[in-house]
């Protein structure tokens, strides 16, 4: 590619870190990589009254915990990126002023009581809503009235129809938006001085000269609208990518007010999920690795990803589909990876009773039948509470029968023959009991699983056995034949 790629990720910090905002900036991160670019964070905060620090650190959170780290935007040694809209208000007013000059741009009077009923009467009618284009005309003496009259002006970009705004999009391919469907002339500057985000982002993507645009579908409406003032300005426009919006498996856009935190990546986090895990799920949901993988990191995605591969079709968000993927990955992660992400789930028991090496097999032992890292508490608790309680369920299901009684017996005198530390010889050792006793499958295992983790299901049995140790398998196994 001779064009030298400039991409950006520009959320708002308004909410915390949307599912669909992690995508568009992971293929925002992709597009750079591949093409040996830059890719840049700024926040999109104009809206005053919604913006908060709180969001603005979630944002940069999360993308870094995703791994989405930017090569411009964050201040060094400082937790936020210091490309903001409020720090440019100057600029874009200038920039306003030089379109009023043109003449393609004008001050407003309308105040937003006239422009309530304007929206009202066209309601009335069935008719779509749009500003009528009022203020394009006024006299010198109407502009003196209003003045007098201490209304304060708007700035409002002339969008002349008929005119069909057309471009080439990288996803959805040919793209042609009529004039007549954008609302009629548009604030680019509100009244109390705050550029409007449809001409704020263009002047930033002019400033930060970026070479394109990757951002959900959304904004196709939108894309039309900039590139008019792109042309008013006389800029060359970025290219543009929009891809498919995200929906639940029942065809609803994913939103805070349907789904609640279920859209947040932090809700992710908090659970447990891998990052790794998120950002493969992410990546497939809307693009197809050319070998047709599923799974695949960040690196070898970065190497092949393209935006003609990516899909013109919705993408559907599916929990369970994630949760296959974040189990592939706590199964293949390096086992001391998954051991130091477990610690913030384990606060409930003392851990420094353990070495390092006792937790990894704890943890190695279990890790097959987690879906996220919230579930590692409960799978680990009958290693690491000393006193285990038995349901009275499994006592009087399990536990209370003769063959049970002769398993835990027959175990008990030959824990000295045990090959502790082999789990694999703990098990055999099992078997061979059990042939003896002329036990097998649940007669066999289920007494013992329940002595020993007060579960019947869980890890290998002969891990259990070797990780507990001979002090703890006799005292549960005695425990559990007194009672």
Known sequence: MSTVV??????????????????????????????????????EDTDEERSNENYTRDIVEGLTWLGLTWDEGLEVGGPYPPYRQTEKIDHYSTM????IAKGKAYLCYATQEELATLKEEQKAANSAPRYDNRGREL???????????GRIPSVRFLVDEPQVVSWHDHVKGEIAIDTSDLGGDMVIVKSNGVAIYNFAVVIDDVDMKMSHVIRGEDHIHNTAKQLLIYEALEHKA????????IFDLERQKLSKRKHGEAVHIDHYRVLGYMPEAIVNYLGQMSWTHPEGKEIYDLEEAAALFDLDKVSKSPAVFDLARLNWF??????????ETIVERAQPYLTAYDTSLYSKAELSQMVASVREGLTTLAEIGPALSFYLTAELAVSDELKSSVLNSDNARKVLSSLSSTLASLPWGDHQGCKKAVDALGKELTLKGKDLYWPLRAALSGKTQGPDLGAIISILGAERVKSRLESALNH
Do not use: C, D, M, W
């Open 6 to 43: 400039r991409v950006r990720i520009a959320p708002s910090p308004t909410g915390n870190l949307h599912v669909g905002t992690a995508r568009t900036a992971l293929y925002n991160y992709l597009y750079a990589k591949r093409y040996g670019g830059t890719y840049i964070l700024r926040l």
């Open 96 to 99: 306003a002023n030089q379109l």
């Open 238 to 245: 970025p290219e543009f990518g929009h891809a498919p919006l």
């Open 139 to 149: 006299s010198e003496v109407q502009r003196k009235h209003y003045q007098e009259a």
């Open 326 to 335: 974040n189990s592939q990955y706590l199964r293949n992660l390096p086992l």
